[in-house]
Nanobody, 121 residues
Framework: VQLQASGGGLVQAGGSLKLSCAASGRTFSSYVMGWFRQAPGKEREFVSAISGGRQYYADSVKGRFTMSRDNAKNTVYLQMNSLKPEDTGVYYC?????????????????WGQGTQVTVSS
């Protein structure tokens, strides 16, 4: 599986961005998909995951971010609203071939190249 993330950019605090992650492969619908982010000098952290109709969010983004997927387009999305400066970082999409939502980056098998999100105050 190859993943290509896009949609990052510079936005003011309180603004919105929508990230996309396009995946290759015919079994896309069977993968658990996740979004992670990494701020400068910090470890990569979990943002959200989706499997079937179930979603899982980090507490820090709950109520502001919404993850969705379009299996016909082999694409997952991350709608980010009410952005804060602490949301700044490189956002990565990831795919997990095993069953179950997971917040651990170690459980994901495939990673995209990342897209930069910068939120100014």
């Amino acid at each position: 599986v190859q993943l290509q993330a896009s949609g990052g950019g510079l936005v003011q605090a309180g603004g919105s961005l929508k990230l996309s992650c396009a995946a290759s492969g015919r079994t896309f619908s069977s993968y658990v998909m996740g979004w992670f982010r990494q701020a400068p000098g910090k470890e990569r952290e979990f943002v959200s995951a989706i499997s079937g109709g179930r979603q899982y969010y980090a507490d820090s983004v709950k109520g502001r971010f919404t993850m969705s997927r379009d299996n016909a387009k082999n694409t997952v999305y991350l709608q980010m609203n009410s952005l804060k400066p602490e949301d700044t970082g490189v956002y990565y999409c990831a795919a997990r071939s095993s069953y179950g939502l997971s917040p651990s980056s170690h459980d994901y098998d495939y990673w995209g190249q990342g897209t930069q999100v910068t939120v100014s105050s």
